[in-house]
C-alpha cells in the first residue's frame, strides 16, 4: 500500500513540474516573440541596384544608321546620341540601356544592352554623343531606349 501512495505522489510531483516547465517555457517564448531579432543603427554605403528608376528619364534620343562593306558582306550599324536627366535626389552610376529596334510596323526586330559607366548626381544631365552598335538588322527604320537598371553611387564618392 505503501508503494501505490509512494507512487502517486512521485508521478503527482513529476505532474506538477511538468505542467511549470511547460507553462515557463510558454511565458518565455511570448517574451521572445516580442522582442527584434536585430537591430541595425549604421550601415556602410555600397553599391545598390535600382531596377527601372523612374527619375532617370531620356530627354534626347537620336539615331544614324550607317552601312559600310559590299555584298552578302554588309555591315548595319547605329550610332546613338542621347540625354540623361537625374530628375531623382540620389546619385547614379553604371546606367544599363536596352536599344530595340523596331521595323516600319513597330514590331521589335532586335535587343541590344549597352552600359555608360558615367555617373550622374542629382539634378544634372549626362550628354553621351557617340554610342556604336554593330550588326543591326537592317530592316529597322526606329528604335526605343530604356533604362534596365542603374547603381546607386556611393554617398562618400565625388560624381561629376
Same mark, same amino acid.
Given at each position: ?32 516573440? *516580442?522582442?527584434?531579432? %536585430? ?27 550607317? =552601312? ?17 536627366? *537625374? ?5 547614379? %552610376? ?9 521595323? =516600319?510596323? *513597330? ?7 549597352? =552600359?555608360? *559607366? ?24 526606329? #528604335?526605343?531606349?530604356?533604362?534596365? #537598371? ?11
Amino acid at each position: 500500500m505503501t508503494r501505490k501512495w509512494l507512487f502517486g505522489a512521485l508521478t503527482v510531483v513529476l505532474l506538477a513540474v511538468l505542467v511549470t516547465l511547460i507553462i515557463q517555457g510558454h511565458k518565455l517564448e511570448k517574451q521572445k516573440a *516580442n522582442q527584434p531579432v %536585430e537591430i541595425i543603427q549604421k550601415s556602410k554605403p555600397s553599391l545598390t541596384r535600382a531596377l527601372g528608376p523612374k527619375d532617370i528619364e531620356l530627354v534626347r534620343s537620336e539615331m544614324k544608321m550607317e =552601312s559600310g562593306g559590299s555584298g552578302d558582306e554588309k555591315v548595319h550599324r547605329t550610332r546613338h546620341r542621347l540625354e540623361i536627366r *537625374n530628375t531623382g535626389k540620389v546619385a547614379y %552610376e553604371s546606367i544599363e540601356l536596352s536599344f530595340d529596334y523596331l521595323d =516600319s510596323r *513597330n514590331q521589335v526586330l532586335d535587343t541590344r544592352t549597352y =552600359s555608360v *559607366n558615367q555617373a550622374v548626381s542629382p539634378g544634372s544631365t549626362l550628354n553621351i554623343e557617340d554610342i556604336e552598335i554593330d550588326s543591326i538588322p537592317p530592316a529597322a527604320v526606329d #528604335f526605343k531606349v530604356t533604362v534596365l #537598371f542603374a547603381d546607386i553611387a556611393n554617398l562618400n564618392s565625388q560624381v561629376e
